[in-house]
């Protein structure tokens, strides 16, 4: 049970509705089940004022006819007086109460049953479709009980849809979690824009360069928990990430013929750095982690006939991008040098956004639809540098570093298609394909600085990179 002072909000409209329905009871019709209510007289069994039903049993006009074997006697003038069989009376369903319909309470997979009393004493068993069953519902033959045949005591969702004519008052249930844990499996495409590392001869073929390297999918999780405001509104936060995303290329020649992007591919001789011309072996690693953070503002409307389900929603998002980007440079044969530069960025993005989302009930227990969040942040974008030369003569090492960062606009808009199953009163199946899109961050690669002039070269932060992600979602939603 949720222990949130939050839900002394959901329980004033309940009280306040209560407390307006109490006079409204003490104007109903009486019945032959009920003694008349003080200051009314009692009205003939077929007679009511204008708007209200009948109190007492119907005219012979409306009679249930005789019906084939199998089918349904009409429903005709209802009794909103009727009781239902798990307060008593309805002898003739055996004291079962609702558990002697069909399903027992409405928890079958194909249907789901309950139960009120007929006018005429006899005990009316109603029944609608569950998750496995056709999307429509009717009543069993005998009395004739409340909610067009449906026993009053029939579940929603997937135990038993209810009422209305296209047995669709599953639907009408609002959408609602408490908790939400999912499983991610997602990639990266495109892991960032074409940068050139090394190519055969002078001025020759690229041999090497980003487009080599490639993002599989990776796995991650989402958590998120949902807190109640008020009616049709909650407060939802959590978290998304863990996906660490890695890819290596490489390229090798046994005549020592690769060149750098250090010296423009062979164009530019470096004395002090040898390594970078003739080498045997050129290797780039790259790896990136994503994590989100989020917290919303949602409201949740149904419409009338409880077919589309929507919401809308503001909040904040605290997004992390960290990558790391390796090139390694192996000369000579016996080894002349080697030249590690490892490229560090952290992007921090943090901001407001709006989003919703549209639901459509296929039929109850079952909704598909999407979801849409979007906004603006600013990012402060860092970049970390960090080279290091090795020669045989550790007196002839080089190390250098450097740093820098900067400020900008960044733009985060996530999306998604989404099937949701009930599968339970409390438990719901999420399976959906997510896709995320981020604009304006730093990205490794793209701040290699390939300058040899190590100790004047300006420290630049380029975050205009661009990442894409989608990949499978699919978890449980819990309500307790």
């Known amino acids: 049970m949720k222990r949130s002072p939050a839900w002394l909000f959901a329980l004033a409209p309940v009280a306040g509705l209560l407390l307006a329905a ?39 006009m409306y009679a249930p006819q005789e019906m084939l074997a199998g089918y349904n006697a009409p429903v005709v003038v209802h009794d ?23 399903g027992g309470a409405g928890r079958g997979l194909l249907q789901g049953g309950g139960c009120a009393c007929g006018m005429d004493g006899s005990c009316d068993c109603g029944y609608g479709a569950g998750p496995l069953g056709p999307p429509w519902g009717m009543g069993t033959p005998g009395g004739i009980g409340m909610n067009n045949g449906q026993g009053i005591m029939t579940k929603h969702g997937p135990q038993g849809c209810t009422g209305s004519a296209e047995g669709c008052a599953g639907c009408c249930t609002p959408r609602w979690w408490d908790f939400q844990a999912e499983f991610m499996y997602m990639t990266r495409e495109e892991v960032s824009r074409r940068v050139n590392f090394a190519s055969q001869g002078v001025g020759g073929p690229i041999v090497l360069d980003t487009d080599d390297l490639d993002f599989d999918e990776e796995p991650g999780f989402r958590l998120m928990g949902s807190l109640l405001l008020g009616p049709g509104t909650n407060l939802e936060g959590g978290y998304f990430g863990t996906f660490h995303w890695d890819s290596t290329a490489q390229a090798v020649s046994a005549n020592n013929d690769l060149f750098s992007a250090i010296s423009q591919f062979g164009l530019i001789n470096i004395p002090n750095l040898p390594e970078v011309n003739n080498s045997n072996l050129q290797k780039i690693d790259y790896s990136s982690e994503l994590h989100n953070w989020e917290l919303n503002v949602r409201r949740r409307w149904v ?22 980007f390796n090139y390694f440079i192996s000369a000579g044969n016996p ?63 080089q190390f250098f570093n450097e740093f820098g960062d900067d400020s900008d606009a960044a733009f985060v808009g996530e999306g998604g298609f989404e099937t949701i199953f009930e599968v339970s009163e409390r438990t719901t199946l999420r399976i959906g394909y997510q896709l995320l899109y981020v604009n304006g961050v730093a990205l490794a690669p793209e701040n290699f600085n390939p300058d040899f002039r190590l100790a004047v070269r300006p420290v630049n932060v380029n975050h205009n990179g661009d990442v894409f992600y989608h990949g499978l979602q699919t978890g449980l939603e819990y309500t307790w």
Do not use: W
């Not at 589309?308 to 992390?320: I, K």
């Open 303 to 324: 419409s009338p006939n409880c077919r589309f389900h929507t919401s809308a929603l503001v909040g904040a998002r605290y997004m992390v991008l960290d990558e790391d």
């Open 22 to 60: 109490a006079p409204v009871a003490a104007q109903m019709a009486p019945s032959p089940y009920y003694p008349a209510a003080a200051g009314y007289p009692v009205q003939p069994a077929y007679y009511a004022p204008y708007g209200m039903m009948p109190g007492g049993p119907p005219p012979a």
């Open 335 to 397: 080894v002349i040098g080697t030249t590690n530069t490892r490229i560090s960025t952290f992007n921090d993005l943090v901001g407001f956004q709006l989003g919703g989302d549209m639901l459509v009930c296929l039929f109850p227990g079952v909704k598909l639809g999407g979801n849409l969040k979007a906004g603006v942040y600013g990012n402060r974008a860092e970049n970390k540098t960090n080279i290091a030369v090795m020669r045989p003569d550790p007196a002839l090492n």
């Open 80 to 102: 909103p007086s009727v009781m239902p069989a798990a307060f008593g009376g309805c002898q003739s369903c055996g004291g079962g109460g609702c558990n002697a319909c069909v």
